[in-house]
T-cell receptor, first 114, second 109 residues
Framework: DTEVTQTPKHLVMGMTNKKSLKCEQHMGHRAMYWYKQKAKKPPELMFV???????INESVPSRFSPECPNSSLLNLHLHALQPEDSALYLCASSAGQTSSYEQYFGPGTRLTVT | AQRVTQPEKLLSVFKGAPVELKCNYSYSGSPELFWYVQYSRQRLQLLLRHISRESIKGFTADLNKGETSFHLKKPFAQEEDSAMYYC???????????FGQGTRLTINP
């Protein structure tokens, strides 16, 4: 299995809801990433996990809470989001967190906050 | 601060014509640069990286440290090359990718 999968594909949530995005890979990769991509913009890094530990948090608001339960899974818990948080959320993984390793991207979850 | 600039948001060329997508960077250290591509309805994927010095799908990119550029070139464009192309720089200290704004390439038949 050489793919990163993300669920759900689409998510609509209200500003008071709590929801989670899920990302999975079975390539044995030890680094996993969350990116946010607004329309017609490049991906922006949010979080990096390396060996299941949070190694980078790009000053993301606390209403976004990442979790890495094991080496194959990455979650992004969402709570009290704002309409401006509507975007495509991309997950990626790589064998390690260095330049030697290609990042493999998932198809993304398109999130709409109403 | 590190920065990647792709001056063209849109680029349109005819099939069989040469294509060049421009990328300039700003980085104080020794840069590592990449080109990522996103075809319609497909996920973002790595096209090539400068350290590999390889040609993928007929594309090449040469790092020019004097001009701080990493332009992507292909001598004869194909219709299937139509896609969104992102140039990216690895911030080695922070170990994260910094993307340019992207260039949407359209190959006309």
């Amino acid at each position: 299995d050489t793919e990163v999968t993300q669920t759900p594909k689409h998510l609509v949530m209200g500003m008071t809801n709590k929801k989670s995005l899920k990302c999975e890979q079975h390539m044995g990769h030890r680094a996993m990433y969350w990116y946010k991509q607004k329309a017609k913009k490049p991906p922006e890094l949010m979080f990096v996990y390396s060996y299941e530990k949070l190694s980078i948090n790009e000053s993301v608001p606390s209403r976004f809470s990442p979790e890495c339960p094991n080496s194959s899974l990455l979650n992004l818990h969402l709570h009290a989001l704002q309409p401006e948080d509507s975007a495509l959320y991309l997950c990626a993984s790589s064998a390690g967190q260095t330049s030697s390793y290609e990042q493999y991207f998932g198809p993304g979850t398109r999130l709409t906050v109403t | 601060a590190q920065r990647v600039t792709q001056p063209e948001k849109l680029l349109s060329v005819f099939k069989g014509a040469p294509v060049e997508l421009k990328c300039n960077y700003s980085y104080s250290g020794s840069p590592e640069l990449f080109w990522y591509v996103q075809y319609s309805r497909q996920r973002l994927q790595l096209l090539l990286r400068h350290i590999s010095r390889e040609s993928i799908k007929g594309f090449t990119a040469d790092l020019n440290k004097g001009e701080t550029s990493f332009h992507l070139k292909k001598p004869f464009a194909q219709e299937e090359d139509s896609a969104m192309y992102y140039c990216a720089l690895l911030n080695q200290g922070a170990q994260k990718l910094v993307f340019g704004q992207g260039t949407r390439l359209t190959i006309n038949p």
